[in-house]
């Protein structure tokens, strides 16, 4: 039977970007893996009780690994949920849950840790990325953790590891191994993700191997990436087309959050970078601010028509055909209107929810103890294995 599991991190209000590349496609796994319950929601009736096999975990662990202010965690971490709720995740047929929880996620990380070489995780795109980006000195690194630090204050040793381990800690590195354990832990078979987190399911997949050729037993399923289809697949900052949509980017004005308002959105799309071409043309390399409207259009667009199955020839000749003749303001009008109308009743969802505090603790707390009882599954055949048993 498959078993689906995804996470996505309190780092701010969801944006299209999420919305687009994740939490929709969320929706439809969670509804194809349990039809009954999908049908009994859209008549209104109660849904049959089933085992759980789709999983949605709120990754506040992993959002660690950059500073959060802990009462603005606190708040993320509450306003993620209602967003999940709102764009139609439900209790009946997912288990909504949060990651620091479900205290085996971080056993089985530990236990993961010790058997991964540093090699895989140091040599992570993301990870070498962001080393590059930062081009720490190292002195730096050095810290405080050599036997030199006599004679300094607990205040000075916190500033320097606030310093350096703003930026660069080992979480950061590490926490591929974290999302492996993640994912083993419920013995997940398909991991709906982004393309930029292909390597890291690859790792989840040589550690899964490694552990049962280890122990000699199958322990763990080796699971599937499940990668959006082409358009839309990226959603890119309104500001800095080049870039992509992001919760942590300082500037507000470059993505628009599930829960803006229609007057926020318009004024966002508005000011959105293009360029001065005459007319709107569908072209990925030249005009990467048009090009981000058009996928944003695409994606959200309700008439069905398959545009991510078309090669970059066919959109081109579409996106003329029917944009051709328009300004791109014209054009921010008609994608203003498909994103008010689609993000308008979420937004109104989440507005009500945040009301509803108790409820959504309640949907949390349920989908907590759901996923502890079957990671506990897992971990007592883990411990046999390790001889922690
Ligand atoms: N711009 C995007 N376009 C399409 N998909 C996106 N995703 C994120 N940004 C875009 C997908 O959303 C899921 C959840 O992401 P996440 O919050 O766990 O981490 P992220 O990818 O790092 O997202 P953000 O918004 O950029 O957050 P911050 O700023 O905190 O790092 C993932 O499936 C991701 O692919």
Known sequence: RPVTLSGIQPTGMPHLGNYIGALRNWVSLQDSAQPAQAAAAAAGTAAPPSPPSVLYMLADLHSLTVPQEPARLRASIRDLACALLACGIRPDASVLFRQSRVPQHAELGWLLFCRSPVSWVSRMHQWRAKLQLLSVPETALDGTADGRDAGLSDQDIGSIAETVAGSLNVGLLSYPILQAADILVYRATQVPVGEDQAQHLHL??????????????????????????????????????????????????????????????????????????????????????????????????????????????????????????????????????????????????????????????????????????????????????????
């Open 204 to 389: 989840t997949s040589l550690i899964a191997r490694s552990f049962n050729a280890h122990y000699g037993k199958q322990i763990f399923p080796v699971p599937q990436s499940l990668i959006p289809p082409t358009t839309g697949k990226r959603i890119m900052s309104l500001r800095v087309p080049t870039a992509k949509m992001s919760k942590s980017d300082p500037a507000e004005q470059s993505r628009i959050n599930i829960d803006d308002s229609p007057d926020d959105i318009r004024s966002k799309i508005r000011r959105a970078t293009t360029d001065s071409v005459r007319g709107v043309t569908y072209d990925p390399q030249s005009r990467p601010g048009v090009t981000n409207l058009l996928h944003i259009w695409m994606s959200l667009e309700p008439s069905g028509t398959k545009w991510e199955s078309m090669s970059q020839e066919e959109l081109a000749e579409q996106v003329s055909a029917r944009f051709g003749a328009m300004s791109n303001q014209d054009f921010k009008n008609v994608v203003t209107d498909v994103v008010v109308g689609h993000l308008t009743p979420i937004r109104g969802e989440i507005l009500r929810l945040r009301k509803d505090a108790a409820y959504v603790e309640k949907v949390l707390a349920d989908g907590e103890a759901q996923a502890a009882r079957l990671a506990e599954r897992t971990m007592r055949d883990v411990r046999r294995a390790v001889g922690l048993a």
